[in-house]
């Protein structure tokens, strides 16, 4: 499930900073953190402690943050998303 808010950041990001183009690429975790083993990816966000520490002591990632816990999305009843 898409909730766009990274297509907001994204777009707020390349309006302020217009000589960076953000490439943003849907992934399952393990994929996304193999992605960034080759080097394919600058930053990820992923949501598997162990996977990310796991990444961090092998050396691959330089700094963890944790932007979110577990949240709950309220909406409409008419909108079952």
Do not use: C, W
């Not at 700094?63 to 949240?71: G, S, T």
């Amino acid at each position: 499930m898409r909730t766009g808010l990274l297509d907001v950041i994204k777009s707020s990001f390349e309006a302020k900073y217009p000589e960076f183009n953000i490439s943003i690429i849907p992934q399952g975790t393990g994929k996304t953190i193999e992605t960034a083993k080759h080097g394919d990816a600058d930053t990820i966000l992923v949501h598997d402690p162990g996977f990310e520490y796991t990444f961090l002591r092998e050396g691959f990632g330089v700094n963890r943050k944790i932007i979110a816990y577990n949240f709950v999305i309220v909406g409409p009843k008419s909108d079952p998303a």
